[in-house]
């Protein structure tokens, strides 16, 4: 079935520095790719979306580009703050018919340090 | 997020048998339930559309979902087990089409004893 691998699984990093999270996807279709992220205590919410080939989502700083040849999406920011640190998923969706199911990946937990 | 409610918020249970209850204010078609295991990304339960169960993935039958009317959505629980601690999330989405977003509640989270 389809997947989601993101290779890594916490990053700690210095506020103001670049932010990069590895996303790779294994679909049979052409699948709506989703960042997610979830801050405790609460449920994922989305970030943003990308549908098609070179689309590029962002949001509140954080962009990804959809890319086919690579089968891969993602994510960055290029100065990571305080308020970043939370959970954030790489997620497809796969059309049932009647709605998406949604399938997460592994999650990355982003931890910014203070310089 | 208040336009998913999910009671209770925290379940503390021996193997007594309980009732997880949403319900959504968005007006959408599809609502969903989905298993967080600590340090674990959610994973599906079950999806209806239009009251229809429409996915329905390896779940302990002990998990019985009920879903009233499309906005309401129920998780019956009977006899857990030590494994079935974890946060429900409920979700929603339109149900209309392919790239839609989900919009989860805040969880329950339920410990076994």
């Known amino acids: 079935g389809d997947s989601v691998t993101q290779t890594e699984g916490q990053v700690a990093l210095s506020e103001e520095d670049f932010l990069t999270i590895h996303c790779n996807y294994s679909?049979?279709?052409?699948?709506?790719l989703f960042w997610y992220v979830q801050y405790p205590g609460e449920g994922p919410q989305l970030l943003f979306r990308?549908?098609?080939?070179?689309e590029k989502g962002s949001s509140r700083g954080f962009e990804a580009t959809y890319d086919k040849g690579t089968t891969s999406f993602h994510l960055r920011k290029a100065s990571v703050q305080e308020s970043d640190s939370a959970v954030y998923y790489c997620?497809?969706?796969?059309?049932?018919?009647?709605?998406?199911?949604?399938?997460f990946g592994s999650g990355t937990k982003v931890i910014p340090c203070l310089p | 997020n208040t336009k998913i409610t999910q009671s209770p918020r925290y379940l503390i249970l021996g193997r007594a048998n309980k009732s997880l209850e949403c319900e959504q204010h968005?007006?959408?078609?599809?609502m969903y339930w989905y298993k967080q295991s600590a340090e674990k990304p959610p994973e599906l339960m079950f999806l209806?559309?239009?009251?229809?169960?429409?996915r329905n993935e390896t779940v302990p039958s002990r998990f019985i979902p009920e879903c009233p009317d499309s906005s309401k959505l129920l998780l019956h629980i009977s006899a857990v087990d030590p494994e079935d601690s974890a946060v429900y999330f409920c979700?929603?989405?339109?149900?209309?089409?392919?790239?839609?977003?989900?919009?989860f509640g805040h969880g329950t989270k339920l410990s076994v004893l």
């Open positions: 979700a929603s989405s339109l149900g209309t089409i392919s790239n839609e977003r989900l919009f």
């Open positions: 679909a049979s279709g052409y699948p709506t």
């Open positions: 990308a549908s098609r080939d070179k």
């Open positions: 997620a497809l969706s796969e059309w049932t018919g009647f709605a998406s199911a949604l399938t």
């Open positions: 968005l007006g959408h078609n599809a």
């Open positions: 209806y559309n239009l009251k229809q169960l429409i």
